[in-house]
T-cell receptor
Framework: KQEVTQIPAALSVPEGENLVLNCSFTDSAIYNLQWFRQDPGKGLTSLLL?????REQTSGRLNASLDKSSGRSTLYIAASQPGDSATYLCAVNNNAGNMLTFGGGTRLMVKP | NAGVTQTPKFQVLKTGQSMTLQCAQDMNHNSMYWYRQDPGMGLRLIYYSASEGTTDKGEVPNGYNVSRLNKREFSLRLESAAPSQTSVYFCASSLDRAYETQYFGPGTRLLVL
C-alpha cells in the first residue's frame, strides 16, 4: 500500500527566505505527483503536477522536483512571503489511475 | 464559472440520523471524488466516479453511499451517522480520472454527536 510522508509537519520562516518542503512515498510505481495548497478552513488548490516522466515543474516562485526511483519530491519556494502561509500537501497518483494518496501536509508560516 | 460547489457548509447530526452532502461542478469534468480529512490521517478517498454512470469504492467507503446524478452532480449519503464520521468532507473533480489535476470544493464540516 502506498504511503506518503511529509517532513517537517510544521515550519516557520522569516519573510524572504527560500525554503524546501519534502515529500516521500514508498511505492515508486506512480503516474504523477501533485502539490496542493490548503488555506485554513478552505479547500485544496492545485499548485503543480509532475508526470512520472518529468524531473521538475515550475510555476512562478514555485519549483517542484521528482525523483521517482528514490521516492522523493521537493517543493522549493523562493523568496517566501507572508501570503505563502498555508498547509502544503503532496499527493501521488498510483498507476491504477483513480486514486490519489495524500501526505499529512506541512504547515508553513512565513513571518513578516 | 463557480468551479466545484458543496452544500451544506456545516452540519450537526445526532447519531443515527441520515443526510446527503451535495456536490456540483461546472467545468464539464468527467471524474468526481469524495474525500474526508481528519487530523493526523490526511485526506482519504471515500468514493469516486470515473465517468457519468459509474461509481467505485475508495479507501474508506464503509458507512457511505454515493450517487452520480448526472455529469455535474455527485452526492454522498450517510444513512446512519456515527461519531466516527465527524470530519471535513471534500468533493473534487478532474477532467478525466485522477491523472489530471483535481479541483476541490470548499468542504463540508460535519459534526456527529
Amino acid at each position: 500500500k502506498q504511503e506518503v510522508t511529509q517532513i517537517p509537519a510544521a515550519l516557520s520562516v522569516p519573510e524572504g527566505e527560500n525554503l524546501v518542503l519534502n515529500c516521500s512515498f514508498t511505492d515508486s510505481a506512480i503516474y504523477n505527483l501533485q502539490w496542493f495548497r490548503q488555506d485554513p478552513g478552505k479547500g485544496l488548490t492545485s499548485l503543480l503536477l509532475i508526470q512520472s516522466s518529468q524531473r521538475e515543474q515550475t510555476s512562478g516562485r514555485l519549483n517542484a522536483s521528482l525523483d521517482k526511483s528514490s521516492g522523493r519530491s521537493t517543493l522549493y519556494i523562493a523568496a517566501s512571503q507572508p501570503g505563502d502561509s498555508a498547509t502544503y500537501l503532496c499527493a501521488v497518483n498510483n498507476n491504477a489511475g483513480n486514486m490519489l494518496t495524500f501526505g499529512g501536509g506541512t504547515r508553513l508560516m512565513v513571518k513578516p | 464559472n463557480a468551479g466545484v460547489t458543496q452544500t451544506p457548509k456545516f452540519q450537526v447530526l445526532k447519531t443515527g440520523q441520515s443526510m446527503t452532502l451535495q456536490c456540483a461542478q461546472d467545468m464539464n469534468h468527467n471524474s468526481m471524488y469524495w474525500y474526508r480529512q481528519d487530523p493526523g490521517m490526511g485526506l482519504r478517498l471515500i468514493y469516486y466516479s470515473a465517468s457519468e454512470g459509474t461509481t467505485d469504492k475508495g479507501e474508506v467507503p464503509n458507512g457511505y453511499n454515493v450517487s452520480r446524478l448526472n455529469k455535474r452532480e455527485f452526492s454522498l449519503r450517510l444513512e446512519s451517522a456515527a461519531p466516527s464520521q465527524t470530519s471535513v468532507y471534500f468533493c473534487a473533480s478532474s477532467l478525466d480520472r485522477a491523472y489530471e489535476t483535481q479541483y476541490f470544493g470548499p468542504g463540508t464540516r460535519l459534526l456527529v454527536l
